[in-house]
């Protein structure tokens, strides 16, 4: 991502906000791991998507119609023993070059600065409960502004939720975001692949996972966008299974729910195969319904249908497998009215992709869903869990957990599958676990 890129996003926020008014958005913060370590530092979502800035202990300000420059960034000074420590400090001085703000403030003057920014403001765009000290902090730059309303000052009168205007920016990505989010995809398919031809009877499932984080790691994606999901047999029935410590038995599908974190970008694939590379007649009967739920629901995804036309393709698909398998036992239209396949298929079809592995941006715009359009990306990701202790089935159906899971970017034309580089046929996946 180059400076121009995030001083786009600044304007067209500042383009959103009302002329009397302030912005004000806070960096993300150190978080404790035990005692004195922290967790590795990750930015807040909105606060790099219009910065670019990787350091806690920094606010951005932006001021529409400022005299000096519309946005202003408080940071760290440069703090040459800190750094002999901790790593290098970007510095106010250096902050207007490299991140193409119009000004920048040692953060230890903040308490000087912003309160003289904020007084005469009618607006405060702001989110309040992510930060309750920077919430108290505010508060009290504001009752200090109203203490001096005899003198003539004249403090803000109304706040505004600041992170509605800037998930709604985004829901759409540009042209550059894009390109990241295919790459982040590319690595996470690549993982996948190697999981696939790693695999063998009687290895841990914390093994296999170590083979998809290696590859993230060695591709320049240093960190999982989640915590992966490795579930073997029944355990691919719990949705957000994370203890991937059983052994992977011969016979069973494994679940794997994996992908990486590329320049701030996520992306999230889900692919489900068998441990020995065959997969048995049951299994692969199931994993053909859900498959072809997943063709039917990205087939939806065009602009023009709306956010639940995915979800509605892949209910109306599985409720139909279920039914020639002898699972179900009725006409679909009665099967889609009752929702007769929500013991197997518990979750929605998707969710938004972006900064976030769940993505900001609504899914219903005045109480209808939303209509999708180009530059949104969202995964696709129907399932069949059916529990090994469930009596409703059969028992040869017991104990088979399916997802199968892409990230999809709606296009002018349609839409592309940025995580097709992974396979997803029976006849595919086992032709790339023998090879």
Known sequence: MTKSEFRKRRHRLLGMMAADSIAIL?????????????????????????????????????????????????????????????????????????LGVDDAFPIKDMDDILPGLIEGKSRVYYTLGQSEAFDKRLMGWVNHIRSKVRSGARPPGEFIVLSHLIHELRLFKSAAELKVMRQAAEIAARAHCRAMQAVKPGMKEYQLEAEILHEFARSGAREAAYTSIVGG?????????????????????????????????????????????????????????VLAAQEAAIAEVRPGNHWNHPHEASTRVLSQGLIDLGILDMSLDEALDKEAYKPWFMHRTGHWIGIDVHDVGDYKVGGAWRLLEPGMVLTVEPGLYIDADDERVDPKWRGIGIRIEDDVAVTPGGHEILTAGVPKSVADIEALMAG
């Open 233 to 289: 047999g029944v355990n691919a029935c719990i949705l957000h299974y994370i203890d991937n410590r059983d052994t992977l038995k011969d016979g069973d599908l494994v679940l794997i729910d994996a992908g990486c974190e590329l320049d701030m970008y996520a992306s999230d694939i889900t692919r489900t195969f068998p441990v020995n590379g065959r997969y048995s007649p049951e299994q692969k009967a199931l994993y053909e319904v």
């Open 26 to 98: 806070p960096a993300g913060s150190l978080k404790t791991r035990s005692r004195d370590t922290e967790y590795v530092f990750r930015q807040d979502s909105d606060f790099w998507y219009l910065t670019g800035f990787n350091e806690p202990e920094a606010v951005l300000v932006l001021v529409p119609g400022r005299e000096h420059g519309e946005t202003v960034l408080f940071c760290r000074e440069k703090d040459p023993e800190f750094e002999r420590w901790n790593g290098t400090l970007l510095g106010p001085e250096a902050a207007t070059d490299v």
